[in-house]
């Protein structure tokens, strides 16, 4: 089974966002050593913690640094986005980083209501027409499309593998009904991943790139030398989880001892229920309870998020989940 990486490029709350930039390169990079096989930036608008609002950009920063991981998004929020700037940015991407660019596309705004209708004032439209102005994107990627009116150049006749990203079983019908590989992002929404994998992989139409199925689930895993080492590392993100519930958007908080009189009863079973597909702790805990998930929910891929404070402290993490998969791949 393969494995990958997701990125947000995490604004740390001691640093500038030109240092999140070289954090998320040195993630990659470290990546790349361990053999992962892709490393994706997710677009967020709108959040003090997060900097990979211009995905593509960001995309190309990191492909241009590296040599050989494959590099895309995780996702492009299509909506957001005019059909012919994605095919025409990301067909530059894969001219200039040929067979390393994937494009994974969602739905959602990946920000507010508010943000979304300055971002495009028909957004809500644009939502409807998702399967709509995926198949535009097909056209515009086709060789066969040499004859129209509007042509995507650069992107015209380029390989990009295009994803379909989601977090319901609404996304299932469309991954399956193209016959596109289906990311489930189980990380911050995990209740519907078993219901959407099954339709995916019963309902899938066979086509001339994609015979079969190809599922990834995306979850967060922090490995450290003890349990109480890496469930103090969490806290990280359980701040930023609950920032969002309490909608008091900051950059990522350092780790503290504890939960404990931080967030009440009810917001603490509102993050938890988000979180439910996290593995968190030592390199023996995670193991087992990351192959129990991977036999309840079959995948063809895994991606891992590391939402944590300290870059050294990640690459840890992103070390002892190699050997994980390196073992469970045995």
Known sequence: MKFSFLDLAYVNEDATIAQTFEKTLETAKHAEELGFERFWLAEHHNMDGVASSATSILIGFVAGNTKSIRVGSGGLMLPNHSPLVVAEQFGTLASLYPNRIDLGLGRAPGTDQLTASY?????MENARNFPKNV???QQFFSEDNRDS?????????????IWILGSSTESSVVAASY???????SHFAPAQIKAAFDFYKNNFQPNDI?????????VNVIVADSLEEAQKLSTSFYLMFLGIIRNERKKMQPPIDSMDGIWNVNEEAMVRQMLTCSFIGTKEIVKRELTNFLHKIPCSEIMMSCPVYDLETRKKSMTYFKEIMTEINE
Do not use: M, T
């Not at 971002?119 to 957004?123: E, G, Q, W």
């Not at 016959?179 to 992002?185: I, K, N, Q, V, W």
């Open 119 to 123: 971002i495009r004032p028909d957004f």
């Open 135 to 137: 198949s535009l994107l």
């Open 149 to 161: 009116r509007v042509r995507a150049i650069p992107g015209e006749g380029v390989d990009v593998p």
């Open 179 to 185: 016959g596109l590989p289906y990311a489930f992002a």
């Open 210 to 218: 994609y015979a079969e199925p190809y599922n990834l689930a995306c």
